[in-house]
């Protein structure tokens, strides 16, 4: 069974970096196809994907925040962590991690999502 | 980038009702796209995958069509559990969502 769950600080203010972890069971992102990536949603609006990490260390990055975003991996500790630097009142959101499909490509698994509040 | 277009915005639909939910892609993503179901303080839900395929413990009330850059999400005979938002996704390149509709239930 794959189950996720995000962690990190619920406020944070303008300026500074956040860091969110992704704490995951039920696979293992040394298999061959696994994916692991990062949404977000702000309060009363749509899905954006963020970012993506693959198997072989392989990211993507949404081009309009790759110069903000890093996203790495602990296979040991089955986590995926993101960091977003420079937040704004602009980045307040739900913040998910989810699963890819490996046969098919789909996000099929979701997190709890955290809500992360950018405000001073 | 790809765009995705999805309408209508909100629907209002009686129990029973057959309901359709359209997107449209800016171009071609083949079948790359999925369903997605949200209530409210909660995660998506995945419905429907690769345009019409079924996701296992799905109703199979709700199924999907298309391929290219139309693409429908119909729900036959709707029940009150399926009050929330729908958001089609691609994921031909990269990932992109629709701007969601809600469904609610007169």
């Known amino acids: 069974q794959i189950t996720l769950k995000e962690s990190g600080p619920t406020l944070v203010k303008p300026a500074q970096t956040v860091t969110l972890t992704c704490t995951f069971s039920?696979?293992?992102?040394?298999?061959?196809?696994?994916?692991v990536g990062w949404f977000r949603q702000p309060p009363g609006k749509a899905l954006e994907w963020l970012t993506f990490?693959?198997?072989?260390?392989?990211?993507r990055y949404r081009p309009s925040l790759k110069s903000r975003l890093t996203i790495t991996k602990d296979t040991s500790k089955n986590q995926v962590v993101v960091t977003m630097t420079n937040v704004d009142p602009e980045d307040t959101a739900t913040y998910y991690c989810a699963h890819r499909r490996i046969s098919t490509g789909e996000i099929d698994h979701w997190g709890q999502g955290t809500l992360v509040t950018v405000s001073s | 980038d790809i765009q995705m277009t999805q309408s209508p915005s909100t629907l209002s639909a009686s129990v029973g009702d057959r309901v359709t939910i359209t997107c449209r892609a800016s171009r071609s993503i083949s079948s790359w796209l999925a369903w997605y179901q949200q209530k409210p303080g909660k995660a998506p839900k995945l419905l429907i995958y690769?345009?019409?395929s079924l996701e296992s413990g799905v109703p199979s009330r709700f199924s999907g069509s298309g391929s290219g850059t139309e693409f429908t999400l119909t729900i036959n005979s709707l029940q009150p559990d399926d009050l929330a938002i729908y958001y089609c996704?691609?994921?031909?390149?990269?990932?992109?969502f629709g701007q969601g509709t809600t469904v609610e239930i007169k």
């Open positions: 039920g696979f293992s992102l040394t298999t061959r196809g696994v994916a």
């Open positions: 996704l691609q994921y031909n390149s990269y990932w992109t």
């Open positions: 990490i693959y198997w072989d260390d392989d990211k």
């Open positions: 690769r345009a019409s």
